[in-house]
């Protein structure tokens, strides 16, 4: 570290604590100042986290059933480009597709340093690395989206099976009771108007699983993450308990 | 009081240095986001390391209640959704985190190469770093399978037989992934084992060396 005229930085003494008049070159303590920003930056991110897993629940299809195989089976979304590239490539030749491709790619990657020697380190002075990333990137892109399109028509032909077909042929059970009124003022925003779900599940034959109190219950102190307490208060939420509880399926 | 007790614990086991190295080091200014805007995309490999914190996390958390065999586990991950206090926060964050993880570390590698860091003397560092990047794919390809639904069981039906195609070796593959011809229970606990156990084990040792070599050789100057 320079020397400045005897000031130097003592080590573990935070830059609020350093003299004013001394000199600095922009750098930055890690500890605790730099790490105090990433903290701020992370916090951001997090909460931004936080707030996508809250409006995006994640889903549960039906149980694997190893004898279904009308299921149309996809790779999450950063397997899509390897699964496309095989598409491609005609069957007797495919460990092209599965070892030789990725693999050569694979190797490059690892390889970088030592096939990228010269000493200049901004992009535009070395082309060839530059380009070659840009073009495997936007490979892989195109493949992706690609794979993405031909499953959502291959799943627009052949649209798969309900994960819980019982919701769809339960009617609602006496639909003129008070409750229902009650209902659909106060629920029918999460639970939707047929009761089939929107935010919240799905409460048709919410009957075969609660009581009318412990509906009331619910409705009284809310369920965690989403619904809150107290969105129906005294008299309403014995009716609409009541009404709820009847929503039964065979 | 709390001096004390610091003194007493350094003197016995000296931890003035290991916290001088780990912490009280200068951070150029060229990477500061507050001396330029432009200096977050070197914010990427800091926020991985955040997000692989959260997935390990939310995966202990999921460990408590997750099931790993074929009976059980589907209903243990709808309990966990359904049931669980916050149940179903903690999974969504462990399956959104592991597409956020893969998406910062994409912008990470490329930060890096983009900019030329991996040149000497950081190679071995970028071969780590490679090396991470195939261990988070395999968490991505083991974890797909654990909930047990129609969407897991079907997808890593297609990734066990392109696995399987490999020549030669292949069907050796095949075996180890998935403990005989067919997706069942076997498949379903080693990739559980893979999972929670192998591939993390592999993760923190690559994390460590990774970390390791960036204060031995400090982040590469500006370009």
Not at chain 1, 150 to 178: F, G, R, S, W
Not at chain 2, 150 to 177: D, E, F, H, M, R
């Amino acid at each position: 570290m320079a020397d400045h005229s005897g000031k130097e930085r003592i080590p573990g003494v935070p830059r609020y604590r350093r003299p004013k008049d001394m000199p600095t070159s922009g750098t930055e303590p890690f500890f605790p100042n730099f790490l105090l920003k990433e903290w701020i930056v992370g916090s951001v991110i997090l909460v931004a986290f936080i707030l996508w897993i809250i409006f995006n629940p994640v889903e549960l299809t039906a149980v694997a059933d190893p004898a279904d195989t009308s299921f149309i089976p996809v790779p999450d979304w950063y397997f899509l480009f390897l699964y496309q590239l095989l598409k491609y490539i005609p069957g007797e030749i495919i460990w092209l597709g599965t070892v030789v491709i990725p693999g050569i790619a694979f190797t490059l990657l690892l390889l970088a340093p030592w096939l990228d020697r010269r000493k200049a380190r901004h992009p535009m002075k070395r082309p060839i690395a530059t380009w070659g990333m840009v073009i495997a990137m936007v490979f892989m892109g195109w493949l992706t989206y690609e794979a993405r399109m031909q499953h959502e028509e291959a799943l627009a032909k052949n649209p798969p099976k309900p994960a819980a077909p019982q919701v769809k042929d339960t009617a609602i059970v006496d639909p003129n009771d008070p409750g229902a009124k009650i209902f659909a003022q106060n629920c029918a925003a999460c639970h939707g108007a047929e009761l089939k779900g929107q935010v919240g599940p799905s409460l048709l034959g919410v009957g075969n699983k609660y009581t009318a109190e412990q509906i009331q219950g619910i409705i009284k102190s809310g369920k965690p993450p989403i619904m809150p307490a107290n969105v129906v208060q005294g008299d309403d939420a014995v009716k609409v308990a009541q009404w709820l509880a009847k929503q039964k399926q065979k | 009081m709390l001096k004390k007790t610091y003194d007493w614990i350094d003197e016995r086991l000296g931890v003035t240095p290991i916290w001088r190295d780990l912490a009280d080091h200068e951070v150029p200014a060229h990477v500061n986001p507050a001396n330029k805007m432009s200096a977050f995309i070197y914010c990427f490999g800091g926020l991985t390391f955040l997000i692989i914190m959260t997935q390990i996390i939310s995966g202990m958390f999921l460990a408590m209640y997750y099931v790993p065999d074929i009976i059980n586990a589907y209903k243990s991950v709808k309990y966990i959704t359904d049931e669980v206090l916050l149940g179903s926060i903690v999974r969504g964050m462990h399956f959104w985190g592991a597409s956020l993880v893969i998406i910062m570390m994409i912008l990470h590698m490329l930060r890096v190469f983009f900019t030329g860091a991996y040149k000497a003397p950081r190679e071995l560092n970028w071969v780590v770093g490679v090396l991470i990047f195939g261990v988070v794919m395999g968490f991505g390809f083991t974890g797909y399978l654990l909930p047990w639904d129609q969407k897991a069981y079907w997808a890593t039906a297609v990734g066990a037989k392109i696995a399987a195609s490999v020549p030669w070796i292949g069907p050796y593959i095949q075996t180890l992934l998935v403990g005989g011809p067919d997706l069942g229970a076997v498949t379903l606990t080693r990739f559980f084992a893979i999972h929670v156990f192998f591939l993390p084990a592999a993760l923190l040792v690559l994390l460590g060396l990774h970390f390791f070599m960036i204060r031995k050789q400090s982040i590469a100057g500006p370009m």
